[in-house]
Nanobody, 124 residues
Framework: QVQLVESGGTLVQAGGSLRLSCAAS????????MGWFRQPPGKEREFVAG????????HYADSVKGRFTISRDNAKNTVYLQMNSLKPEDTAHYYC?????????????????WGQGTQVTVSS
């Protein structure tokens, strides 16, 4: 059974930075793409960023391009989301997700495994 555990969420001021981590277990981590999603208060869950199995390919939502960076360490079975220049509209519950294969795009239906998420709150 694949398990994903996110950490790193907290309250931060606008303009600040934060790094989220997602530790994976239960599958051969290095064979799979990974993704980060978020769910703002009262809104639907949305794609933030995805990364290929090797880390050589990445994909970002337009709203975070140039500010967020997704990366992974296959030796540690961990994927990261570095968030810079945070804005109040980045406030959301952030989820790590794993597909069954190498997919790392924005379509939520391709992701089968989800963590419990970590809360990020950006104050103005």
């Amino acid at each position: 059974q694949v398990q994903l555990v996110e950490s790193g969420g907290t309250l931060v001021q606008a303009g600040g930075s934060l790094r989220l981590s997602c530790a994976a277990s239960g599958h051969i981590f290095s064979n799979y793409g990974m993704g980060w999603f978020r769910q703002p208060p009262g809104k639907e869950r949305e794609f933030v960023a995805g990364i290929s199995w090797s880390g050589g390919g990445t994909h970002y939502a337009d709203s975070v391009k140039g500010r967020f960076t997704i990366s992974r360490d296959n030796a540690k079975n961990t994927v990261y989301l570095q968030m810079n220049s945070l804005k109040p509209e980045d406030t959301a519950h952030y989820y790590c997700a794993a597909p069954r294969g190498t997919y790392y795009g924005a379509d939520r239906s391709y992701y089968d495994y989800w963590g419990q998420g970590t809360q990020v709150t950006v104050s103005s």
